[in-house]
């Protein structure tokens, strides 16, 4: 098996099976279903060509006739994730509305799969079917949108790094890693006790004129997402 640096081919670039050999008994989608419920349910680390053929009730042996290593199996999952976006309505021409919209279901996919940054960040850009499908559409929804075409698909990378962080932390506060994460009262008022010293004016005076913090429940959250996305993406774009 080829390590990804040298591997010249992905996973989707070749047939699902051969025209030789005995039936099919499985299939990629069958086998990336099971390693998506694994994940969500155990984390990342358990996802191996052994646990996942152990949930179909086979050999990792016969999962290689499929897929030909743990990274191709890795692709495919992020590929499904990709394909759970429903990208079925035309663009409506509210390029910033529409762009907000598929920002806001790229958040939801993270927040169900959590362990998805940690895949993202050790796969590289390794690009399938559904997440071309997602970058061609979110470029046809950025059609009427000022800007050149590296501006454009600056925006929708920066569209998936907004996502991730954003889901990255609502799930370590659910998971408890991070308690005072979901706490704003406690960290406004850990500012400010530090910023009466004295010795940080600006904030002081940022805090003073702010007020107290808002909620922090999901619907807070997606929100604040909305806001930033709304203030970043013309400025990236004008």
């Known amino acids: 098996m080829a ?9 989707w670039s070749r047939l699902e099976r051969g025209a030789r050999g005995p039936a099919p008994e499985r299939s990629r ?23 996942v053929a152990q949930r179909l009730g086979t050999g990792p042996a016969s999962l290689y006739r499929y897929v030909g ?6 692709d495919l999952m992020a590929d499904a994730v990709a394909g759970e976006l429903d990208l079925s309505a035309a663009p409506s021409g509210d390029w910033l509305g529409d762009l907000v919209g598929l920002a806001l279901q790229s958040k939801a996919a993270h927040t169900r799969h959590p362990w998805l940054p940690e895949l993202n960040d050790r796969r590289g850009e390794v690009l399938g079917p559904h997440a071309i499908d997602y970058l061609d559409h979110a470029l046809a929804v950025l059609a009427p949108a000022p800007g050149t075409s590296r501006q454009k698909l600056e925006a929708i990378g920066l569209l998936g790094g907004l996502a991730t962080l954003f889901a990255r932390r609502e799930a ?3 998971a408890g890693e991070n308690p005072r994460a979901g706490d704003p009262p406690a ?6 006790a530090v910023a009466a010293e004295g010795r940080h004016p600006y904030l ?11 909620p922090a429940g999901p619907a807070e959250r997606d929100a604040l997402f909305e806001r930033l996305l709304r203030r970043l993406l013309p400025a990236m774009l004008g």
């Open 69 to 74: 290593s743990r990274d191709e199996l890795l």
């Open 204 to 214: 002081l005076a940022a805090l003073t004129t702010a007020g107290p913090p808002p």
């Open 187 to 192: 960290q406004a008022a850990h500012l400010a």
């Open 172 to 174: 370590m506060a659910v």
């Open 3 to 11: 390590d990804r640096e040298t591997r010249p081919t992905t996973v």
């Open 29 to 51: 989608y069958e086998i990336t279903a099971v390693a998506l419920a694994l994940a969500d349910a155990e984390g990342l680390a358990a996802v191996s060509m052994r646990a």
